[in-house]
């Protein structure tokens, strides 16, 4: 065969090409957005076959983030669906789902979902349920953080937080979201300058989560009330779209938003197109180090001898400190304790001299963790959230998922003494018992809507083999019209206080052909009654509470056993 016989690549394209545009948005379907972005490296013919709208909506659906009625809503403010993809591949499906901290044990649960053109993180309130049930009646949340999608796909970051008694918003940068990311930081992240306006470089040379929990509280707060922007009245509004009337002022303010991104406090005279060569969201590291209580930095150069000179220096006096034996316990301290205190300005001094400026960021990794029954061990010194592992139910796990429930038999019913009942939050997954004999359905605890938490969230409510049926008799004639189509064996959490180690006593899981789940304790009868939850909706539904100070909004690492949002608050 001569090589002139050969089909060439640009036959190829061109026989691609000349595919029907249904054909090839039926073909995208089995691509991934890297590999349609690929397809314009093979040759320039394929170019305008990747910029196809109707290719890049088939893969804003391929990403399984929004229905088909969204994205298409979506597309009102974007450039084009290939903007639109970016934002939902590269940033929305890594972040959506339920993320939580250890503490408080009352009021760390919070779910990131769609909001309209914008990702929204939500702080479920411990609250009670009242006489409408859970899911008529209004959840209570308080909003955590916005990344808001650009014209071009790109992503703006606002912490919510409180001064005084007014809600603020506290822009900042998205420094990175990994695909697979179960951990979600809150930092300041330095950045140089070049001599093209607006344009930063990241070279980072100490890592913030490196520094004392000291020093990064200090950061973050002394950022966050430099960059901090009352919160207009149109803003305070609606964050979802619930109706066809709400997408107009949805779309304002997601552009008055993007301004306060772009242009902080001067956003209400500025247009979007308008230029700027300095970024208001920024803070001097100069002026940073000053109100720290320091003089002024030191140039670059000088800074890193006298890292070295002091580490060296520190280094020496440890090693004398170690060999000699101290006659005054007082004075080894003091010792210890001025080493101590010189590493961390030093630390402290390389950090903020690794760029002109500092910001808040936002950053989404991937790290090795371990679990105790579904729930991550956590740093409790970190400002930062965990992502949950929630299933999805299948056909072998067919009861996996967030569930949410009250105590008491029939479900939903309120006396005059106890108008409410507090509301649990509770997420199933199934494992293997030690000895790999029997699988077990764990109901991990993750939110109480009590004022006072007797178990930790990670504890198990209980705890039952789900191979082996209960011979039980559900222990109320008054079945509320519920028929009963299995039963298994298992103990759920009663005496004792602790995380690893509280009490359990037998009892019994009841399944309905209503889809209710209901856990009953064989000694005392006390019924805990779950049903399935949709987060989301309910999150549309309920009613959005203001939230607390912007660092403790983020993550509250006070070790609290008490309700932090009391009762009576006001609401926005």
Not at 193 to 199: I, N, Y
Request: aromatic share 10%; charged share 25%; proline share 5%.
């Amino acid at each position: 065969m001569k090589t002139s016989d050969l089909p060439s690549e640009s036959s190829d394209a061109c026989l691609l090409l000349s595919l029907p545009e249904d054909v090839l948005a039926l073909i995208s379907r089995f691509l991934s957005p890297i590999d349609i972005c690929n397809l314009s490296l093979c040759c320039k013919s394929l170019c305008s076959l990747v910029d196809s709208e109707r290719i890049w909506i088939v893969q804003c659906e391929v990403v399984k983030v929004l229905p088909l009625l969204e994205i298409v809503q979506w597309r009102i403010g974007i450039s084009s669906y290939k903007a639109l993809c970016r934002f939902l591949a590269e940033v929305m499906k890594p972040l959506v789902g339920v993320w939580v901290h250890q503490n408080p044990e009352l009021g760390n649960v919070v779910h990131v979902m769609p909001g309209f053109l914008s990702l929204v993180a939500c702080r479920i309130i411990p609250q009670e349920v009242g006489p409408l049930g859970i899911q008529e009646g209004r959840v209570m949340w308080s909003p955590v953080f916005e990344i808001i999608c650009g014209f071009d796909g790109s992503a703006a970051f606002f912490l919510h937080g409180r001064d005084g008694e007014c809600s603020s918003l506290y822009p900042g940068f998205v420094m990175g979201v990994e695909k697979s990311c179960n951990v979600l930081l809150l930092e300041v992240e330095p950045r140089r300058e070049k001599r093209l306006c607006g344009e930063v470089d990241n070279d980072v040379r100490f890592s913030f989560c490196k520094l004392a929990f000291s020093d990064r509280r200090k950061l973050l707060e002394i950022v966050t009330g430099r960059v901090g922007l009352t919160q207009p009245e149109l803003s305070s509004g609606k964050l979802f779209r619930c109706s066809k009337d709400d997408e107009a002022m949805l779309l304002e303010r997601r552009t008055m938003l993007l301004k306060m991104h772009k242009f902080g406090g001067n956003w209400n005279h500025m247009k979007l197109e308008d230029g700027l060569c300095y970024d208001p969201n920024q803070v001097d590291s100069n002026e940073l180090w000053k109100s720290l209580g320091y003089g002024d930095m030191e140039d670059e150069n000088q800074i890193h001898g006298t890292q070295r000179k002091g580490f060296s220096k520190y280094f020496k006096s440890g090693i004398k400190h170690i060999l000699r034996r101290s006659s005054s316990s007082s004075t080894s301290k003091s010792s210890s304790s001025s080493t101590s205190s010189g590493i961390k300005r030093l630390n402290l001094q390389s950090f903020l001299s690794s760029g002109d400026f500092v910001g808040l960021s936002v950053k989404a990794s991937k790290t090795k963790l371990s679990s105790y029954k579904g729930w991550p061990n956590m740093h409790e010194t970190r400002f930062a959230l965990y992502k949950l592992p929630v299933k999805n139910p299948v056909n072998s796990q067919e009861y996996a998922g967030l569930w949410g429930g009250t105590f008491g038999w029939p479900p939903g019913k309120c006396t005059e003494e106890k108008p409410g009942k507090a509301l649990f939050l509770v997420m199933l997954t199934y494992e293997e018992s030690q000895d790999e004999s029997e699988r077990l359905l764990i109901g991990t605890k993750i939110l109480e809507g009590t004022h006072y938490v007797m178990h930790p969230n990670g504890s198990a409510m209980f705890v039952v083999k789900i191979g082996s049926p209960s011979f039980e008799l559900f222990p109320f004639d008054d079945t509320n019209g519920e028929d009963f189509e299995h039963s298994y064996a298992g103990e759920g959490i009663a005496k004792g206080y602790g995380f690893r180690y509280p009490g359990y006593k037998p009892g019994s899981l009841f399944v309905t052909s209503k889809g209710l789940l209901m856990f009953v304790w064989k000694e005392t009868r006390v019924v805990l009654t779950l049903q399935r939850l949709d987060l989301e909706d309910l999150l549309k539904k309920g009613v959005c509470v203001s939230p607390l100070p912007p660092c403790l909004n983020f993550t509250y690492l006070t070790k609290s056993h008490t309700n932090v949002f009391t009762p009576g608050r006001r609401t926005s």
